[in-house]
């Protein structure tokens, strides 16, 4: 009930666009899914994976417990359709991750609106992490292969993007969004892929759609806001 409150209040304090975009964002992916039939499962976590993203975006630390259900649902849905590496990732990865971002970013907000403060990586540091990736999903990629799961390569870039990309959230740095862009368009693939096969997962597909987006979004508002530097 907090949390719900938090986020009415949080609600108020969005600009105009926002106000009107991210509501009917939320609307949209209800009624096709309605529409469509789809699972309960699928539902759920598609509003509280856009709800996350949003706030996270916003940069509000009670994200992370919209981020613990959204996980939750989220591992029974990757089980489902097969995507075993997002499986294990969001089961064993993210879900403690949620936790830990809930403590590193309580130590970094700002004392006038408690939004946490950005932070942005040295290019030596930024281009390492990106080759590592790299190294890393071709490794996991050639592992998955052999485990029986669907779409491999799709699945194992997916996974050590997202790992990263986490870690970057939690770090707070605006290089996340990076990697979040391309998780959410390997992620949008695969569950096309999966509707096209006869999945009911309709609000998943729509809920990468959004991601993708506002990963795009939310990079231009953090790069405009690191442009100003935050004064104690």
């Known amino acids: 009930m907090k949390i719900f409150k938090a986020i009415i209040k949080e609600f108020k304090t969005f600009n105009s666009l926002e106000k009107i975009f991210f509501p009917i964002i939320i609307l949209l992916i209800l009624f096709i899914s ?9 539902i759920i976590s598609a509003l509280c994976g856009i709800t996350y993203t949003i706030y996270a975006g916003k940069g509000k630390i009670f994200c992370f417990f919209i981020g613990l259900c959204g ?22 990865y993210f879900f403690p991750m949620q936790v830990i971002g809930i403590f590193k970013w ?6 006038n609106s408690y939004e946490i403060i950005k932070t942005k990586l040295p290019v030596f540091k930024k281009t390492a ?32 993007f997202s790992i ?12 996340q969004w990076y990697f979040w862009f391309f998780v959410n368009l390997i992620s949008l693939i695969m569950w096309v892929m999966a509707v096209s096969n006869g999945a009911k997962t309709y609000a998943t597909l729509l809920m990468w759609l959004v991601y993708l987006i506002l990963a795009v979004y939310f990079y231009i508002i953090w790069k405009k806001e690191l442009n100003v530097p935050y004064k104690v």
């Open 106 to 111: 309580k130590k970094h907000l700002k004392k």
């Open 34 to 42: 309605i529409l469509k039939n789809d699972s309960i499962f699928a």
């Open 71 to 92: 996980t939750f649902f989220y591992v029974y849905l990757a089980y489902k359709n097969g995507f075993f590496g997002n499986m294990l990732l969001y089961g064993l």
């Open 129 to 160: 992490i990106i080759i590592i990736s790299i190294i890393l999903s071709l490794v996991l990629s050639y592992i998955l292969k052999f485990s029986g799961g669907k779409s491999p390569y799709l699945d194992g870039f997916s996974v050590v």
């Open 164 to 175: 990263f990309g986490q870690y970057l959230t939690v770090k707070r740095c605006i290089e």
